[in-house]
């Protein structure tokens, strides 16, 4: 087998059985003795190069304060290794959640990290592979909340690839790691277009083309609460006076006029991303001055209505149109 | 990925300023004062840099300029570059300019780890108590700067983690220190000034040689007595023996090694311990007359002991010592010739005063007893200060100054009984000693430095005559504080005033021998006696090896063990709930993380039916207690202690 062919199984094998990585571990994730790694850094080597003069140096001038000085620090080598390690064990990871983004953008991820212990742990800094470490410290028994930026390349589903929890604690000598896996998936939405372009004219909208945030917004009365109502239209102030049932604020206006977005509409000349953004910006757009939507793409249909539910539906076509990912 | 090194924070700099003056200031009485005041002037440089009073220094040129003036500087200094001392200043000279330039923490950390092997390079120059606790004191400061480097935080807390990684460190260095093979001997060529700067006799004597050493309050070498000291009067060190004159100066004469003493060993014995300060030189010093049982050194056909090595190291003899033994009686008519021989016009009345005795006396102890009364009724003063002496210092001092030290006494005696026709030779040594009544050890200082003579006869062999006891008896009674005049100043340690500095200067040198014994003179020899002591029998180098990495290992691996204990639950309450759910957990229900105590106890009631009353109250209790408005009392968790303590389940 070639080298090249065979590089990447190495890499599995290692990740599998030396780095005991599993695809999707569930949480929460303790971490014990046999998945923390600790390994000299660069600044380890050089010291270990210095003591080693100084050993030689303490030998052919029979120094025995040198030695002594030699050994101690040999010692406090050893220490910050241990320290190192035991920086790292046992913290816990008891939550791990990634926001949707848009392609393009870092997509939040949202970890939260327990530490069971009495000792504070400091100097931790979680990454994903190849990205900037965020760093953070963990006070003794209590939990530090983490956000770790992740890269949203290309629409779909966006897990993130395995995290790595490291520290050099105290002294620098040592760097020690562990690799995560937690399960978090989000969607990462389709680049919405910028500038927005108009929206498209169509025959259930009393004025096409034009969506003003006032004239809408004329308030009709109050209903019941429904899953999927946007929470900036539920009516707090009577919630707070009244108690346990919410109650949604139902606005005249926007409800006669609704939106058509049609993938087949657009310019014939647009290539499958350009579509895509553009119907999320629209999306996007419509979502924010609630006017109800209705979206239309080859494999896909929503009738105009209103409300995140229906926003987030829209969205999740869009992101998944296509992808072979689409029915997870 | 590799990111660039982040910058320096002042904080950060502050630790690096700091420790690097710390490490240096050790260095700076060896080193050159105005290397030391460049130091100086660079430390504070960087000082004000982090304060934001000042520039950096234009990157580069100026302290490549500044580094090879330095290196320069410090060649034309010591006249050259390789060796000890050059090697340590300009080391200190590049940690200060490194210190200076550092902009990133990679370079701060190069010179964390450049002051850590100059914090060992000062014990090249002095490995005393202070020095080791400013040592300590630098380490510490260098790993809370490295603390400071990796994250920082408040002073106090780097300091304080740095301390407790040197305690745990502790006994990884005592187990090493104690362990760790001692390979004797230099492992490459030692630079020839590797043992400058250490004071004792020399190999020759001439006016003036012994006067300065005797300034010196250094030790030269202590003594412990197996059982009673000597008198006073046999406190005779014997150290080089000089047979050679050339009319100013006194050189050792040609002698021969031989394993075996050439004297016969008879009369009370004295057994004793010396440890020898290095001198770098062969002599070794021994009361008289000497044997040495079971070392390595030589016998000199003139009675000296003398090391195969120099001594550069503090060195421990195992000795005896026989003063009524008897040496020298079947001398070879070379050596005896040897010893009558004096340059031809020099001292011309020193000369003629041993002429003219000779020609009054014919047996040699005659001879010299008449010698020693002319020396009393000469009036001869001792003191410290002489006057200055012409080409003929001896006639100069018997007959004109009458003012001398040590060596003129014994030169002039040694001058006129060679012209009286009994061989003489010089002996140089140290004289005296001075009890340290907290240890036991008879501490003997370069300020007891002295010279004397020993006449040679067919009957008595080779005996000693001191010319100083002649005219200042108590020099040899008192010690050198009570036989120089009043008008003499003498040290500070040897006025008699001065007693209370005394004691503590005692207490001082008693834990200073302890030191030097235990610490600085743990060598090959001493690690394998203090393990045979312990009960190991060391074979040779890999048993050590073994016993180190065993060491270690266990060391590590307690370490490592301490680690992985489970944490205790600080909070008392929480440690019942997880015992009473570790309870419910063996006997096959376990608690799901999400679970709250009340659901928990219903499924573990339908479980346990049996228990199902007790585990509803338990965990009630504990709901109670724990999310109830009153904090939890003592009475309260006792209570929940004994019902958990209580629980069976089948």
Redesign the interface.
């Known amino acids: 087998m070639p080298m090249a062919a065979a590089r990447p199984r190495i890499r599995q094998w290692l990740d599998a059985r030396l780095f005991r990585i599993r695809p999707r571990e569930p949480l ?1 994730v303790r971490l014990g ?1 046999r998945r923390i790694f600790v390994l000299p850094t660069g ?1 380890g080597l ?2 270990a190069a ?2 080693f ?2 050993l ?21 080598g ?3 290794l ?2 190192t ?2 920086n790292l ?2 913290i816990e990871l008891v939550s791990a959640r990634l926001d949707t983004a848009f392609c393009g953008s870092d997509a939040a991820l949202e970890l939260v990290f327990v530490n ?4 504070p742990r ?2 931790l800094e979680v990454s994903e592979r ?1 990205s ?1 470490p965020v760093r953070f410290d963990i006070g ?2 209590a939990a530090a909340r983490v956000v770790v930026p992740i890269p949203a390349q290309r629409r779909g589903w966006l897990e993130p690839r395995r995290l790595t929890l490291e520290t ?6 040592v760097r020690g790691w562990s690799y995560l896996t937690p399960p978090a998936r989000a969607l990462v939405y389709p680049r919405p277009e910028a500038p927005v372009p108009p929206l498209p004219a169509d025959s259930e909208t009393r004025h096409p083309g034009t969506l003003g945030e006032s004239g809408e917004e004329d308030f009709a009365g109050l209903r019941e609460y429904r899953q999927g109502d946007s929470p900036r239209r539920i009516a707090w102030k009577l919630a707070a006076r009244h108690g346990a049932q919410l109650h949604t604020k139902v606005f005249a206006g926007g409800q006669a006029s609704s939106l058509q977005f049609d993938w087949h509409a657009l310019p014939a000349g647009l290539d499958v991303e350009t579509r895509l953004s553009r119907l999320t910006a629209w999306v996007i757009q419509a979502a924010g001055s609630h006017v109800p939507f209705g979206l239309r793409l080859p494999d896909f249909e929503c009738p105009p209505a209103r409300g995140q539910r229906h926003v987030d539906a829209c969205l999740k076509a869009l992101a998944l149109h296509g992808r072979p990912d689409a029915k997870t | ?1 590799r ?1 660039p090194s982040p910058t320096l924070n002042p904080a950060q700099g502050h630790w690096l300023t700091i420790t690097v003056l710390v490490t240096l200031l050790p260095h700076s009485q060896h080193l050159p004062a105005w290397l030391s005041a460049i130091c100086a002037l660079l430390l504070g440089w960087r000082f004000t840099l982090d304060r934001g009073a000042s520039r950096a220094p234009a990157k580069g040129i100026l302290l490549l300029l500044v580094a090879v003036t330095v290196v320069a500087a410090v060649a034309v200094e010591y006249r050259h570059l390789m060796g000890k001392d050059p090697g340590l200043a300009v080391l200190a000279a590049f940690a200060c300019l490194k210190l200076l330039e550092s902009r990133s923490v990679r370079d701060g ?2 010179a964390v ?1 450049l002051c ?2 100059l ?3 000062q ?2 120059n002095d ?1 005393a108590i202070p020095v ?1 606790v400013l ?1 300590l004191l630098g ?1 510490a400061l260098a ?1 809370a700067t ?2 400071a ?3 920082g ?1 408040p002073p106090r807390l780097l300091m304080k ?1 740095a301390t407790g ?2 305690t ?6 005592l187990a ?2 104690v362990l ?1 093979p ?7 060529g ?1 630079p020839h000034d ?1 043992f400058s700067g250490m004071t004792g006799l020399s190999d020759t004597m001439s006016p003036g040689s012994i006067g300065n050493l005797v300034r010196s309050g250094e030790i030269a070498f202590r003594a412990q007595f197996d059982g009673p000291l000597p008198p006073t009067q046999q406190r005779y060190w014997r150290g080089p023996v000089l047979s050679v004159f050339d009319g100013t100066t006194w050189r050792p004469g040609f002698s021969t090694l031989s394993r075996t003493p050439p004297h016969s060993l008879s009369g009370p014995t004295y057994r004793y311990s010396l440890t020898l300060e290095p001198h770098n030189l062969h002599w070794l010093l021994a009361l008289d007359l000497p044997r040495h049982p079971d070392g390595n050194s030589r016998y000199t056909t003139d009675l000296q002991l003398v090391s195969v090595d120099p001594v ?2 503090r060195r421990r003899y195992q000795l005896e010592a026989y003063p009524a033994a008897i040496a020298g009686q079947s001398e070879p008519g070379h050596v005896i010739r040897r010893n009558l021989r004096l340059p031809e016009g020099r001292n011309p009345r020193l000369l003629a005063l041993g002429r003219d005795i000779a020609g009054r006396l014919t047996s040699p102890p005659d001879r010299v007893s008449a010698l020693i009364e002319t020396f009393r009724r000469q009036d001869l003063q001792y003191t410290l200060t002489t006057p200055r002496l012409g080409a003929d210092a001896a006639d100069a001092f018997f007959f004109d100054t009458r003012q001398g030290f040590c060596e003129h006494f014994a030169s002039a005696f040694a001058i006129a009984a060679r012209a009286a026709g009994v061989p003489t030779r010089v002996v140089t040594g140290y004289q005296g000693g001075e009890l340290n009544p907290l240890d036991g050890t008879l501490v003997v200082r370069q300020s007891d430095a002295h010279a004397w003579v020993e006449v040679w006869s067919a009957t008595r062999g080779w005996q000693r005559v001191d010319p100083t006891a002649a005219s200042a008896p108590t020099r040899i009674d008192n010690g050198i504080a009570g036989a120089l005049p009043d008008s003499d100043a003498l040290p500070l340690f040897m006025q008699p005033r001065m007693a209370w500095l005394r004691t503590l200067q005692w207490r001082w040198e008693a834990i200073g021998n302890a030191w030097n014994q235990w ?5 090959d020899e001493r690690q394998r006696n203090f393990l045979s002591e312990l009960g190991f029998e060391i074979g040779g180098l890999g048993d050590l090896l073994i016993a180190t990495g065993i060491t ?1 290992g266990t ?2 691996v307690g ?2 063990l301490w ?2 204990r489970t ?5 008392p309450l929480d440690r019942l709930w997880d015992r009473f759910c570790g309870k419910l957990a063996v006997a096959g229900t376990e608690r799901p ?1 999400w679970m709250g105590p009340v659901a928990f106890a219903a499924e573990a009631a339908m479980r346990h039916p049996r228990a199902s009353g007790t585990i509803h109250a338990i965990a009630r209790r504990y709901a109670r207690l724990r999310y109830g408005p009153a904090a939890p009392d003592r009475r309260e968790l006792d209570r929940l202690s004994n019902d958990i303590r209580r629980l069976t389940l089948k």
């Open positions: 929460p003795h600044l050089a010291f210095t003591l003069t100084m030689l140096a303490s030998m052919n001038y029979a120094l025995s304060l040198g030695y002594a000085v030699t050994f101690l620090l040999v010692g406090a050893f220490v910050s241990h320290q390690f035991r064990l046992a069971p212990s009495g000792r400091q100097g190849g900037l003794p028994e050099r604690f105290p002294l620098g000598l | 990925m990111r950390r190069s780890l850590f092997f914090q060992m390079g014990f090249l490995q080791a040592t380490i790993l490295l603390a480097l990796e994250g935080g983690r990684l040197l745990t460190a502790a006994p990884f260095m090493l220190f760790f001692r390979i004797q001997g230099p492992l490459w030692l590797a550069r190291e610490v600085i003179g743990y060598n270690a060391l590590i370490l490592l680690a992985l944490p205790r639950r600080s909070d993380r």
